[in-house]
């Protein structure tokens, strides 16, 4: 992709109003970025989902500035851009009707021909999900998957190092740009993943780790993978919100059972019990 089409792209992303879905249908009908701002007005508005505020709010110009200060980060710290119409964009991600039009990304990541699995849970990992997590991880090293997480703290960190022990590429969706780390205190396990695997986000460097950011990620968190795995949480969390994610655009949901008296396995024995999710007791579940 050239500079000035994404140019335009960052430009597009910032207006007012114009979120993934309305995008995509400006993109589709006007074919490039640049031309959404070049079509008549009484053409862009027989799109469906752009009104009145939308055609105004994209006479604005101070976006111009605002994409081209992206565009000078993105060049100056060597960041990929996935754009959800070519092929470097995740093919599973690609299908799902509300997935970010702009990925940003940085380290080595290969999703060529792999077997993606995200790992999600609480917080307050336990010690029975500790060992979950490594047993899975471990058994599945046959089948040399990415293991993608949010970096959170919890079953996300477990995720990334277990990965990171057996040699497997492992992604981290990040709820914020690429130029910080939250939680600060995981900034030592970075340089280990972007030697094989990485960090993605569709947040600008302009972004902070807002709350209703990390539920946003959450939908690339389902989207990008065959199978989403939760291995505990709490009867609410965002690991259930990326299990109803997953399950809305069709893909594989397992959560792994627990006591009934256990707090943090309260959501996936909800998850199993509702049929949201599959049973995992081992990775051989999973393959099969």
Not at 171 to 195: C, D, F, S, W
Request: hydrophobic share 40%.
């Amino acid at each position: 992709m050239s500079d000035q089409e994404l140019f335009y792209l960052l430009a597009l992303l910032k207006v007012d109003g114009v979120g993934d879905i309305v995008a995509k249908k400006l993109l589709v009908n006007c074919s490039k970025a640049e031309d959404v701002f070049k079509t008549k007005t009484n053409q862009l508005a027989a799109i469906d989902g752009v009104g009145s505020a939308l055609l105004k709010n994209l006479k604005d110009k101070s976006i111009f500035e605002k994409a081209n200060q992206e565009l000078e980060f993105i060049r100056k710290n060597n960041i990929t851009v996935s754009y959800f119409q070519e092929e470097n964009y995740p093919d599973r991600l690609k299908h799902c009707l509300d997935s970010p039009v702009l990925l940003f990304s940085g380290g080595n990541i290969n999703l060529k021909n792999k077997k993606i699995i995200s790992i999600v849970g609480t917080r307050q990992i336990t010690s029975y999900g500790t060992e979950c997590c490594r047993k899975l991880i471990e058994d599945l090293i046959p089948l040399d998957p990415v293991i993608v997480s949010g970096f959170a703290y919890g079953v996300d960190i477990v995720a990334h190092q277990f990965a990171m022990d057996y040699n497997l590429q492992t992604i981290g969706v990040l709820a914020h740009g690429l130029n910080q780390v939250y939680p600060r205190t995981h900034k030592k396990y970075m340089a280990k993943m972007e030697e094989n695997g990485g960090f993605i986000t569709e947040f600008w460097s302009s972004s902070n780790p807002d709350k209703e950011n990390f539920v946003k990620r959450n939908r690339i968190v389902a989207g990008i993978s065959e199978a989403t795995i939760v291995i505990e949480s709490a009867d609410k969390g965002g690991s259930l919100i990326t299990a109803n994610l997953a399950n809305d655009y069709n893909r594989d949901v397992f959560a792994v059972p627990g006591r009934v008296t256990d707090r943090y396995s309260q959501g996936c024995n909800d998850l199993i019990k509702t049929q949201k999710a599959n049973v995992l007791t081992s990775a051989a579940d999973l393959i099969y």
